[in-house]
């Protein structure tokens, strides 16, 4: 069925020549007679064609996936290893030379080198001086050369103590020749937790000869070393000879292993010099205290050094080391004994008793260390010589006379492997001896009671004859005492540390005899040494893998053992034995898991009673929660893969373990009184499923059962079982998920995963019937956290391996394949469709329920589709396109959820805001291009992607999206969003009948749940990946059932997967991966559901085609820290995945176009659907990689033909549109789009040509001109040079089209390009002054002027200026824009007698608006084609932008035009939203005249003087208004920046005055830049008529400014001589105006005398202090501040100065007596207004001020005392008069105070 869709189209049904019919015959004919190679290439295109063009060397989209790229799935499914030997931080020792400083020639036989002079015996083992104890076995080597070791021979004839005799044979057959194993010198050692404080000790022993420091002595004298030699030589040939079986100490030596506790090898370091053996300090205790002093120097120093040195190096070592045996004397793996010169020992290692160290027994090991400690000698009195005590230990495993005792004992180095005795050292001279010897021991398998440990203590004789004759060997040794431990006691083996009594003899049956504490013995033969005591004192260590220490395991072991006949029931006696179980210690538990677990799953089979069933099962839940606790449950998975099996037990009857086992947990879980255990089973469930699992696994292999059908698998019994426990599971999860959090979701995970497994092995029917019943027990209702589980549930079933077979039961061959005729399309989510395909239906289902929660449940149930999709992607079982296809349509109701979610797909990176004036002219100005008109009201209308025209035609339905008042914030792109104090659609949302169609919008979803990026991308992905594999025929018959608004929202879908899929550039990659890192944490990695994938797919890197220069707005300074390789690879990755993207999008418009052509073409074009279709093609153009956008033209040259009505007939929305966007492509870096681009650019122009009869292309000509002038005026025209050369291709194509050469076609588009480049000459003006914001817009102003006649294109400069303000935070420029806008479009409808009202109707807001009045009526207005719905969308803006701008007052004159309309139209929504607003504006103006906080803006004059630097501004004078409370200094400093950068900081000047600037002083090496503040100017007569605030902000078109002077030329003098001139400027047009700033056309001056500056001072002052009175919010700070400056005698030299020097009766003569009354008058409202404040005061201050208070009444009364003496006249008013006027002001503090009571406290006196 896919097979049409990518690759042999031959199938397709559809022929050749039925897709090549969209073309224009005529126009093909003309283009073939062009003669043109280019044209006539192009008229041989085809939709076929294109078609197969497209489909060459695709990739699957699937594989250049983000997150299929970083997906690791190392994390799903747990790596298994089997149960094995666990070893810590490995290391070998290599042992080289042991050789003291006195050496001599032992053999004159030998070859003359020099060696030790006696046989030294080394033993090495690790000790932690942390933890104090001992952590390995000894390690014996010798090290003697075979001359000296001959010493020892020559001796042996005498006989030895560590006899190799015995009666036992050998206890095992040989395994590796003993030769090799007799002299070790390798040593492996192993530490679990290393750490800087272990050493490895080495002990030097030496043939007893007497005491340590006699034979010390000798080694360490350097005198006459000859002698020495020959004497100590002497010496030890004897003792070798007559005692060379018995050793004594004789020094140590010490080095540290690690560095650090990371386990660093020290392997630079030495050992220790030799130091002697202190006899007194030879317990491992005494050595574990010097080893604690090792690294102080001051300790260590006392001690004594025999010079010497012992080489020994440590290595680290590989995991396979060869030639190496374990402690057993084992090869670990075989190895060839010819070659081998050195085999390497494994020490065991001491591990300590911690869990989380131990590890399950995998090898046979069964080893008992000896430690025989101390012997208490010196109180007895039954042997005369017990001095030099020597005690020999033997394994025996009888007590009867004459039995020999066991070869089981590790022989020394040169003794045999095994002998039957060996022997401690020898202290000498001591009777209570301390022995540091480790004796190991290979126990038997099987123990019983006589097997025992016989001490046997000697007291050698040290004596040697000087005669040189040998002593008998009576003489040597004599017994002094026997000792015995029995191995087992009470059925276990004896460890830890004994205390024993010694017998002088050893009768037969010594083992029944007491040999502890009791006084009395029943045998009288027996002698104890003592009386009995305990003398003799030693420890056993038990390493074994068969035997146990734990009491509790023992018995159970044992218990079982008694029991374990073939089909003998196991009784109820054993469940003591299990309870006690639970106490057994976790070590031991984990050495013997593998063995405890089958014996419990053994006794399970084994039993009909339940209580002993289920005691099994508990105590597997325990041993299971215990290996959890430590971190152990990797054995538990090991242990079920590798070792459990069902017939290792032999079942009682028709038992099976799996059904026994779902029975117990089933009672389990309904036992409430044992919660704790419950709550253990829930969260470890997994173990017990998986054992389920496994044993019903190898039942069936049992029984041979696989091929039977699968309903006859099981029988009905375990049928009912696993039902059952289903039943028994619900209530924990659904009911106690909030008590157990934990458990509930593990037990959750864990039936699903058995759910999953019982799919392959049971009937699917019966599992199916489970899944639906256990996901029936969750509601829509529930919590988030049900929510998880059942989508976790989902989930992990939906990873079965035949996902596809569960849900399409049916053969995949291509035989079988349903044509997409016969098949019945199931779009929708129906219950016949989940029936029919029951997982997938549920994965989709909960999928719709999910979008409406959380984020955290969304993206679980979208991860889960798209995994799944993914995996049958790249799942090698189905390579067909047609099972890829017929798979894809299992997931066809996701359309229908993305439908239903389309509104919120589109709100992430959308912007929701315009500043565009027509359909025509949209899609630039939104940073992705998204086509449709998106101002405030069509917001507000419509949803985002729509318009009216949609609206009125049907197609949308209930799709009024309104934003919340953060999520239109989120919305805005920085362009517009700067300075805007607040969004329309913010008060909207305030008004009440909004938020009911807010609720409606997006299929009811609540308003929170927003979409994330990577959930939008994901859902966009399957839906490219359905649309991309679906066949054509499917395809087709899917949009034919879809109802109209689902194929607008199906376009839409695409439109939004171009947006969220474009290349965004290699830098944004990189600072992305720096942020979020390229590793998904474990919990993401388990959301993923697809196979395995070890690394990227190959397909990737077989066939990721070139990406083409794509320019990216991003910048980012790369770190170190990102892989260049991986952000290459990743923006390869990217860039494939747009390229993808783009064509998967062009073929399924493509394929729509040609079957819904009819469609399309309804109304010439201008319908709904077709101006989506045109939007996403016209998307395909920008920011799309070369191959997208060479097969997008192709594409676009066909629609242009197809659809010619659309372009040149009725509206021009579409021309404009695809004028603007082919221009873009006409300025690409690229060579191959700008032909294309230009190519295109011409065939429009033809077409336009040839649809007019040959007449004309006016159209397309002033669309292109257009198109410039906006490209222009966006500053997006940045490649003139390039552009220059795609004006060139055109001019060819027009000049070489033979077709057309006879007509007027090649001059008019000469003429074309003729005027583009006129208009082009503005580009290099823009670009020089694209910094500066004043002069870019005075440019695109006067631009905009010479287009009065072109009214689109006026349009176009406008709204290009508009975006420039609202850029810069100037939104009152910014209306005024729209403002002007709308007068040119009513004013255009106002001529054709389509709207009452022209501009005129705008002077009530501008008097500027005059200047649309000049529009004329020429060619430019020709194929102009405004409505009256295009003006109501404007007018609609300009009351968004005043509201914006704040300013209220004027919004009511807008919508005065407007009300008519929707009365006219009967839209009574429409009205009550204007009323709303008008409402809410009025609400604001009376909020901001209470407040005063609204601030329009502030004022400067600004001029320009240089010549050299501002040429033709140079002398003029502007007012700027700057927004705010904007200060001199700042817009000092901002203009001085600006022009600085420009010319040069060096070279520009500020003017600090605001005189007259003579330009004669001026230096012309500079630009000077004069700055003033100016303020709104009016006559008395406009004050009276303007009076609020805004009134005199607003239509200003006069300000002034004030100069001080003096007639002596000085700024300031006295107040009789000081002068100020009044500059009054008058501008050439009102603020606000559509520029910032405006010349100023005259100027006017008024100089002020004296008198006259007194005068505007006092009143001044005067107005002042009156306006804070009559405030209605009083500020108490600002009327003490005045006062203070009013009346205090400091300050009152301004007054009263005023009052001499233009009041005093001299003085007062001589001026004009008018002014002189005046002044007088403003003197006497002065202290009137200064006591009526006073007052105020005195009636608002508490009492902490009231001193204060007395302060300013004394000032006023002294400035009023003598300003009367000055007049002559009494200043202040009556008292009665003041009182009055405070009555009259009371209102005002009575508010305040709170004092008001409904009648005045001033009443007069009667």
Not at 986 to 991: A, E, I, M
Request: aromatic share 8%; charged share 25%; glycine share 4%.
């Amino acid at each position: 069925m896919s097979e049409r869709r990518n690759g042999d189209l031959s199938e397709t049904g559809i022929d050749e020549d039925s897709l090549s019919q969209g073309k224009s015959e005529n126009m093909m004919e003309s283009l073939e007679k062009s003669m043109h190679p280019e044209l006539m290439k192009y008229a041989r295109e085809s939709d076929y064609h294109n078609k197969l063009s497209r489909n060459e060397g695709r990739c699957k989209l699937f594989a250049m996936d983000a997150e299929a790229q970083k997906l690791d799935f190392s994390g799903i499914e747990p790596e298994v290893r089997p149960l094995e030997e666990k070893f810590g931080k490995r290391f070998l020792v290599k042992c080289h030379n042991l050789s003291f400083a006195l050496q001599g020639l032992v053999s004159e036989q030998g070859d003359g080198t020099m060696t030790n002079l006696e046989p030294f015996f080394v033993t090495l083992a690790l000790f932690d001086t942390n933890n104090n104890c001992k952590i390995s076995a000894d390690f014996q080597v010798d090290l003697n050369p075979p001359a000296v070791r001959q010493m020892l021979q020559d001796g042996a004839e005498e006989g030895a103590v560590n006899g190799t005799a015995g009666e036992s044979p050998g206890r095992r057959a040989r395994v590796v020749d003993e030769g090799l194993l007799r002299y070790p010198r390798e040593g492996l050692f192993s530490v679990t937790a290393p750490h800087p404080d272990i050493y490895l000790v080495a002990r030097v022993e030496k043939v007893l000869q007497g005491g340590i420091a006699q034979c010390v002595e000798p080694y360490i004298k350097g005198s006459d070393t000859s002698k020495t030699v020959q004497k100590v030589l002497k010496a030890a040939k004897q003792i070798c000879s007559r005692l060379g079986g018995y050793r004594m100490a004789f020094a140590w030596a010490a080095r540290p292993v690690f560095k650090d506790s990371e386990g660093t090898l020290d392997t630079s370091g030495k050992f220790s010099p030799l130091y002697k053996q202190d006899s007194s300090k030879l317990s491992t205790e005494d050595l574990l205290k010097m080893l604690a002093d090792f690294k102080k120097a001051e300790k260590i120093s006392k001690l004594q050094v025999i010079p010497g040195n012992f080489e020994v190096t440590i290595e680290p070592v590989s995991p396979d080391i060869p030639n190496c045996v374990t402690s057993s004397y084992i090869p670990v793996k075989p190895f060839a004994e010819a070659g081998c010169d050195h085999v390497t020992f494994e020490v065991e290692e001491f591990v300590a008793d911690i869990a989380k160290y131990m590890y399950p027994f995998t090898t046979f090991k069964n080893h008992m260390y000896v430690y025989p400690i101390q012997l208490k000698y010196d109180n007895q009195k039954t042997f005369a010589k017990a001095r030099n005590i020597a005690v020999c230990v033997e394994v025996r495993d009888s007590d009867a006379d004459k039995t020999s005792p066991l070869k089981c004992i590790y022989g020394k180095p040169g003794d045999p492997i095994f002998t039957t005795r060996t022997c401690a050292t020898v202290l000498h001279h001591q009777q209570s001896p301390e022995f540091y010897n480790e004796i190991k021991v290979e126990l038997p398998v099987h123990l019983h009671e006589k097997h025992h440990l016989l001490f046997t203590f000697y007291h050698v004789s040290c004596d040697i004859n000087s005669k040189g004759t040998t002593k008998k060997r009576e003489a040597v040794e004599s017994q002094v005492g026997f000792a015995w431990l029995p191995l087992l006691r009470d059925g276990r083996v004896v460890t830890s540390e004994q205390q024993l009594a010694v017998s002088t003899n050893l009768p037969p049956g010594y083992l029944g005899q007491h040999t502890a504490d009791s006084k009395k013995h029943a045998a009288p033969d027996i002698k104890w040494v003592d009386g009995g005591k305990p003398l003799l004192k030693v420890r056993n260590l038990l390493v074994s893998t068969i035997y146990t220490e734990d009491q509790y395991l023992h018995s159970f072991f044992h218990h079982c053992q008694m029991n374990q006949s073939p089909g003998q029931e196991i009784t109820a006696d054993l469940v003591k034995h299990l309870k006690c179980l639970h106490a057994m210690e976790t070590c031991v538990m984990v050495n013997f898991l593998p063995t405890i677990l089958n014996q419990l799953l053994q006794i399970l089979s084994r039993t009909s009673q339940s209580e002993v069933a289920v005691n099994s099962i508990r105590v597997m839940i325990h041993m299971v929660s215990k290996c959890h606790e430590e971190g152990l449950d990797h054995l538990l998975r090991s242990y079920i893969k590798y070792v459990f099996r069902t017939d290792q037990c032999v079942p009682l009857g028709d038992r099976t373990t799996h059904e026994e086992l779902a029975k117990s947990i089933y009672i389990i879980l309904k036992q409430s009184a044992d919660i704790l255990t419950i709550n253990k089973l829930l969260k470890h469930s997994w173990f017990f499923f998986d054992l389920l699992i496994k044993s019903m696994v190898l039942h069936l292999i049992a029984k041979n059962s696989m091929k039977v059908s699968r309903t006859q698998r099981f029988p009905t019994g375990y049928h009912h079982a696993v039902q059952s426990l289903l039943l028994a599971i619900i209530p924990h999860v659904s009911l106690r998920c909030g008590e157990i959090p934990d458990e509930a979701r593990s037990v959750n995970i864990s039936w699903a995963h058995f759910m999953k497994r019982c799919l392959t092995l049971m009937d699917r029917g019966f599992i199916f019937n489970l899944i639906n019943d256990y996901l029936s027990c969750f509601s829509s209702k529930d919590t988030k956290v049900l929510a998880e589980y059942r989508l976790d549930f989902l989930q992990t079933v939906c990873q079965h391996e035949h996902f596809v077979p569960l849900n399409l039961p049916m053969s995949f061959t291509k035989a079988r394949l349903l044509r997409a005729q016969d098949l019945q399309l199931d779009s929708t989510l129906s219950d016949d469709f989940c029936r029919h395909h029951f997982l997938v239906g549920l994965a989709l289902r909960e999928l719709g329920l999910s979008l409406t929660e959380s984020r955290d449940i969304r993206h679980t149930a979208i991860a889960n589709i798209k995994g799944l999709m993914m995996k049958h992607a790249f799942d090698g079982r189905y390579p067909n396109k047609g099972q890829q296809a017929r798979i894809v349509l299992l997931y066809l109701p996701l359309l229908k959820v993305l439908f239903d979610n389309v509104q919120r797909l589109k709100l992430k990176d959308v912007t929701s805001l315009s500043l565009t004036f027509s359909n025509a002219s949209v899609r630039d100005e939104l940073p992705f291009n998204i086509s449709s008109t998106i101002n405030g009201s069509a917001a507000r209308r419509s949803a985002i992607f729509t318009d009216k025209e949609l609206t009125s035609a049907g197609y949308v339905t209930s799709l009024g999206l309104l934003l919340k008042r953060d999520d239109s914030r989120s919305s805005l792109s920085t362009e517009t969003g700067a300075g805007t104090p607040e969004r329309a659609e913010d008060r909207r949302d305030s008004v009440d009948f909004t938020g009911q169609r807010r609720a409606s919008a997006g299929g009811g979803a609540p308003p929170y749940c927003k979409f994330s990026q990577q959930e939008i991308r994901s859902l966009l992905m399957c839906f490219l990946h359905i649309v991309k594999t679906m066949s054509e025929d499917a395809l087709l018959a899917y949009w034919n059932k879809m109802a109209p608004q689902e194929l607008m929202d199906y376009l839409s879908l695409l439109e939004i997967c171009l947006h969220q899929f474009r290349y965004v550039g290699r830098r944004y990659i990189a600072r992305t991966q720096e942020a979020q890192g390229s590793k998904f944490s474990v919990a993401e990695r388990k959301t993923q559901t697809m196979p395995a994938l070890r690394s990227r797919p190959a397909s990737v890197h077989a066939r990721l085609q070139q990406v083409g220069h794509m320019d990216s707005s991003f910048t980012l300074n790369h770190s170190a820290g990102i892989s260049e390789v991986e952000v290459s690879h990743q923006s390869l990755v990217e860039g494939n995945l747009a390229t993808e993207v783009a064509l998967t999008v062009l073929d399924s418009v493509s394929c729509f176009i040609h079957n819904f052509k009819n469609q399309l073409i309804q109304d010439d074009g201008h319908n709904p659907l077709m101006k989506k279709v045109f939007d996403i093609l016209l998307l395909l153009t920008g920011g799309q990689s070369e191959t997208a956008m060479r097969h997008t033209f192709a594409s676009l040259r066909a629609f242009i033909s197809k659809f010619p009505a659309t372009f040149f007939k009725g509206r021009d929305s579409v021309c404009a549109t695809f004028c603007y966007e082919i221009l873009k492509g006409c300025t690409s870096k690229l060579n191959s789009t700008r032909s294309e681009a230009s190519a295109l650019l011409y065939l429009l122009m033809r077409n336009n040509f040839e649809y007019t009869k040959r007449k004309t292309f006016l159209r397309t000509h002033l669309q292109i001109i257009i198109a410039v002038s906006r490209l222009i005026a966006d500053v997006v025209f940045t490649g003139g040079s390039r552009f220059q050369d795609s004006l060139a291709i055109i001019n060819n194509f027009a000049n070489s089209d033979k077709a057309l050469k006879s007509t007027a076609f090649p001059g008019e588009v000469k003429d074309l390009t003729k005027r583009i480049r006129t208009v082009l000459m503005a580009t290099a003006q823009m670009k020089e002054h694209e910094k500066d914001p004043e002069m870019l817009v005075d440019l695109q102003y006067s631009l905009a002027k010479s287009y009065a006649s072109t009214p689109e294109l006026r349009k176009t400069w406008l709204g290009s200026m508009a975006k420039i303000h609202t850029k810069n935070g100037d939104l009152s420029e910014a209306v005024m824009c729209f403002v002007h806008v709308a007068a040119v479009v009513a004013e255009y409808l106002h001529r054709k007698k389509l709207f009452p009202k022209g501009c005129a109707a705008f002077k009530a807001i501008t008097p500027n608006i005059e200047e649309e009045a000049a529009m004329k009526e020429d060619a430019g207005m020709q194929d102009v084609h405004y409505t009256e719905d295009v003006l109501v969308e404007l007018l609609e803006q300009c009351v968004d932008g005043l509201w914006n701008a704040e300013r209220y007052e004027l919004m009511a004159v807008i919508y005065k035009l407007i009300i008519p309309i929707y009365e006219r139209r009967r839209d009574f929504e429409k009205l009550a939203f204007v009323y709303n607003t008008l409402n809410e504006a009025y609400k604001k103006i009376i909020q901001v005249g209470r407040t005063g906080r609204r601030l329009l803006g502030t004022f400067f004059r600004v001029a320009f003087y240089g010549q050299a630097f501002f040429e033709e501004e140079d002398g003029k004078e502007y007012i700027y208004k700057e927004p705010k409370l904007t200060k001199l200094p700042e817009i000092s400093e901002r203009l001085l920046k600006l022009y600085g950068d420009k010319f040069g900081a060096e070279n520009v000047k500020i003017i600090q005055d605001s005189n007259k600037v003579n330009t004669k002083s001026l230096d012309q090496k500079f630009a000077y830049i004069q700055v003033t503040f100016v303020e709104p100017y009016f006559d008395e007569k406009e004050l009276q008529e303007r009076t609020t605030p805004f009134e005199r902000n607003h239509n200003v078109a006069r300000f002034v400014f004030e100069t001080p002077y003096t007639v002596s030329g000085k700024k300031q003098g006295g107040v009789e001589e000081q002068c100020k001139r009044r500059t009054i400027l008058t501008t050439s047009h009102s603020f606000p105006y559509v520029k910032k700033r405006i010349a100023v056309a005259r100027e006017q001056q008024v100089d002020l005398k004296p008198i006259d500056v007194a005068l505007d001072e006092m009143k001044d002052r005067t107005a002042e202090l009156q306006k804070l009175c009559d405030s209605n919010s009083l500020d108490m700070i600002q009327l003490q501040l005045k006062l203070q400056g009013c009346v205090s005698v400091q300050v009152n030299a301004g007054p009263l100065a005023y009052a001499r020097a233009f009041l005093d009766g001299g003085k007062s003569a001589k001026l004009p007596a008018k002014k002189v009354k005046l002044l007088k008058e403003t003197f006497r409202e002065f202290v009137t207004a200064c006591s009526l404040a006073l007052d105020l005061n005195e009636r608002l201050i508490k009492e902490d001020q009231l001193e204060y208070h007395e302060g300013l009444k004394s000032n006023f009364k002294d400035m009023v005392k003598e300003l009367s003496e000055i007049t002559h006249e009494q200043m202040l008013a009556e008292d009665e008069l003041v009182k009055s006027q405070l009555r009259n002001s009371l209102h005002v503090f009575s508010a305040i105070s709170g004092t008001y009571r409904g009648t005045s406290t001033f009443s007069s006196a009667p």
